[in-house]
Antibody, heavy 118, light 108 residues
Framework: EVQLVEFGGGLVTPGGSLRLSCAAS????????MSWVRQAPGKGLEWVGR??????????DYAAPVKGRFTISRDDSKNTLYLQMNSLKTEDTAVYYC?????????WGQGTLVTVSS | DIQMTQSPSTLSASVGDRVTITCRASQSISSWLAWYQQKPGKAPKLLIYKASNLKSGVPSRFGGSGSGTEFTLTISSLQPDDFATYYC??????????FGQGTKLEIK
């Protein structure tokens, strides 16, 4: 059974940084494209970014609102996906979901809440 | 960006009803469309991919159709577990992947 478990969310002040992690199991993580999707409180779903598998270069792509501030990486030896978030803004407040990408969002984690507030 | 527009935004229906949700793309996306179901406080779940392909384990009362710019999600006979918010999403272009604004399906 595919499992994705995110952690690392919390309260951070504007301009601060936070790193989210997503522990994957139940599938061959190194073969998977992975993605982050977020959802602001009471709002819809917004794609954040994606990372290809290493044998395809491990290339990353990002949505415009986070490009240059967020970085997605992966550690295939630990079956873990990361989202490094820098220069956080209040509008980044959301639940962040880790997903497999096939190229639709096939499996989702339970999400982790990031609150950016002073 | 490819804009995705769902209608209606809210839908009231009763158990046993047949309901249809529409999703329109701002340009042709062929059949590169997925549908998701989300319940309050939970992660979204994939229902349908490539416009009409049911994910394994999804009840057969769910169906998808369409191509190009217009798509529909149909639930043939609503069950109590189906009251949720539904989102469409295009993956013709990853730059960026985009979702519809959601359709909340409520109990009448």
């Amino acid at each position: 059974e595919v499992q994705l478990v995110e952690f690392g969310g919390g309260l951070v002040t504007p301009g601060g940084s936070l790193r989210l992690s997503c522990a994957a199991s139940g599938f061959t993580f190194s073969n998977a494209w992975m993605s982050w999707v977020r959802q602001a409180p009471g709002k819809g779903l917004e794609w954040v970014g994606r990372i290809k598998r290493k044998n395809e270069g491990g290339t990353t792509d990002y949505a415009a609102p986070v490009k240059g501030r967020f970085t997605i990486s992966r550690d295939d030896s630990k079956n873990t996906l990361y989202l490094q978030m820098n220069s956080l803004k209040t509008e980044d407040t959301a639940v962040y979901y880790c997903t497999t990408l096939v190229p639709y969002f096939d499996n989702w984690g339970q999400g982790t809440l990031v609150t950016v507030s002073s | 960006d490819i804009q995705m527009t769902q209608s209606p935004s809210t839908l009231s229906a009763s158990v046993g009803d047949r309901v249809t949700i529409t999703c329109r793309a701002s340009q042709s996306i062929s059949s590169w469309l997925a549908w998701y179901q989300q319940k309050p406080g939970k992660a979204p779940k994939l229902l349908i991919y490539k416009a009409s392909n049911l994910k394994s384990g999804v009840p057969s009362r769910f169906g998808g159709s369409g191509s190009g710019t217009e798509f529909t999600l149909t639930i043939s006979s609503l069950q109590p577990d189906d009251f949720a918010t539904y989102y469409c999403q295009q993956y013709e272009s990853y730059s960026p992947y985009t979702f519809g604004q959601g359709t909340k399906l409520e109990i009448k």
